[in-house]
Structure formats: structure tokens, C-alpha cells
């Protein structure tokens, strides 16, 4: 039953945070989706430096070790973003090859696929990752705080899997795409709460580590990829309404993410 209970919490959390974020950002929000950048930055980086980071150094790890963690972090999703840019460069030059071989128009071609899309998916999977251990956990100690914990990683997450939605989408995917991405990134929720329910003695003493690789992915994504899109030349009231959505994004996540420790 306790297996049952931190699927359950696990699948809650990690997935029903994708959805209800699906329906926030491609229904009553669809319409602000420029907004929804800045949201996704400030979320991004209040979830890295607001809750992530110091929930990683309160292990008691020497902050030099997660600091040097969090440097090769940005430097690998540096890396990763590198070799997605020189693939997507490769499977477009065949492709206009193919096309001109067989007399098709040029008229057509592939959109290019913005950085940080895959930083995102894998900077999120660890980050579910280690929910999925944080929420085992909590149920091995109490199941009312197994319940409480599930439901303050849901609440948390929905801001964050916003950005993330933002992030595919502005980096050529559609919302079927871009959802199914997150959703299996959530899954990986269920995947942390199996082994913290098998593994968590041993586990539980990398925690620490894989919060510092997600913080470096959210940061990454956040500093190369989100805010370069938003330093435009605009009016003083379109700046106002682009610090406003920022504001947002922060507010939100440290919020709920200090309702999360509260609990």
C-alpha cells in the first residue's frame, strides 16, 4: 500500500503539474504567450536560486564541491545546446539537399529550433527526479506528509512547467509535442519515487547533486536562451508590463516554494 501511495503522489505531482500547466498556458493564457517568456525566466531563475540551490547547500556538502558542480552544470548544457545546434544544422543542409535533387520548391523550410530545449527536458527530469525521492521519503516517514509533500511539488511545479511549455514552444515544437516532452520529463517523478521507496538510504546523499545539475539547467536556459529574447527596444509601459511578468514568474515559485518548506 505504501508503494501504491507514493506512485500515486509521484504521478500527481509530476504529471498532473504538466497538465494543469498545459491548460493554464494553451487556454486562458494562450493568448499572452510573449508574457509568458518573462514568466518563464523569472520562474526559471526563482526556482534555481530561491529554492533549489539553498535546499541544496543545507545538506551540509561543502560549497565549493557544489559550486564546481553547478560550473560543469552550465558548461555541459553549453555543450549539449552546441551539439543540438550542429545536428539540427546537419538534418537541415541534407534536407535542403534532398529537396533539390528531387526538384522540389524551396520556398519551404524547417524552423529552426531555438536553444535550451533539451537543457530543459533534461535539466527537468532531474529535477523530478529528485522530487520523486523527496516525496518517498516523506511518505516513508508519514503518510500525511507524503500527502502535504506531493501536493506542495504539485503546486510549485505549475509555474515552472509553464516556462518550460514556453521554452518548447518557442523552440519549434507544437503543444502536442511540447506536452509530451514535459509529460514524460513528470513521469520521471514516479521513476524517483521507486527507487527513493527501494533505494532511499542510498540515494538520498546525491540528492544534493542532482538539485545543483537541475539549478544549472534552469539557469542556463534562463540567461542564454530566455532573456536575450526579452532585451528588446520597447516602450516604457511594454518594459513595465515585461518586469511585471518577470515579477510574476519570481513571486510565484517563491511562494509556493516556501509553502512547500512551511510543510
Not at 545539475?213 to 518594459?239: C, E, G, M
Request: proline content about 2%; hydrophobic content about 55%.
Amino acid at each position: 500500500m505504501l508503494l501504491i501511495a507514493i506512485l500515486t503522489g509521484t504521478l500527481i505531482a509530476g504529471v498532473g503539474s504538466v497538465w494543469l500547466a498545459a491548460l493554464l498556458s494553451f487556454g486562458a493564457l494562450a493568448r499572452y504567450s510573449q508574457h509568458l517568456l518573462s514568466l518563464a525566466a523569472g520562474a526559471l531563475l526563482a526556482t534555481a536560486f530561491m529554492h533549489l540551490l539553498p535546499e541544496a547547500f543545507e545538506s551540509g556538502i561543502e560549497p565549493h564541491t557544489l559550486f564546481t558542480v553547478l560550473l560543469v552544470g552550465l558548461v555541459g548544457f553549453f555543450l549539449l545546446d552546441k551539439a543540438e545546434l550542429w545536428h539540427h544544422g546537419h538534418e537541415h543542409h541534407h534536407g535542403a539537399d534532398h529537396a533539390h535533387a528531387h526538384g522540389v520548391g524551396q520556398g519551404h523550410d524547417h524552423a529552426p529550433q531555438a536553444s535550451g530545449s533539451w537543457a530543459v527536458i533534461a535539466g527537468d527530469s532531474v529535477h523530478c527526479f529528485g522530487d520523486g525521492l523527496l516525496i518517498a521519503s516523506a511518505f516513508l516517514a508519514d503518510w500525511k506528509l507524503g500527502t502535504v509533500t506531493a501536493l506542495a511539488v504539485l503546486a510549485h511545479e505549475v509555474p515552472h512547467h509553464m516556462g518550460d511549455l514556453a521554452v518548447l514552444r518557442v523552440g519549434g515544437n507544437d503543444r502536442r509535442m511540447a506536452l509530451l516532452k514535459v509529460t514524460l520529463a513528470g513521469l520521471v517523478t514516479a521513476l524517483g519515487g521507486l527507487l527513493g521507496y527501494l533505494l532511499v538510504g542510498a540515494l538520498t546523499e546525491f540528492l544534493p547533486f542532482f538539485i545543483v545539475v537541475a539549478s544549472s539547467s534552469f539557469i542556463y536556459v534562463a540567461l542564454a536562451d530566455l532573456i536575450p529574447q526579452l532585451q528588446k527596444r520597447l516602450s516604457l509601459a511594454q518594459t513595465a508590463v515585461q518586469l511585471l511578468w518577470l515579477v510574476l514568474g519570481i513571486a510565484a515559485v517563491t511562494l509556493l516554494s516556501s509553502f512547500a518548506h512551511a510543510h
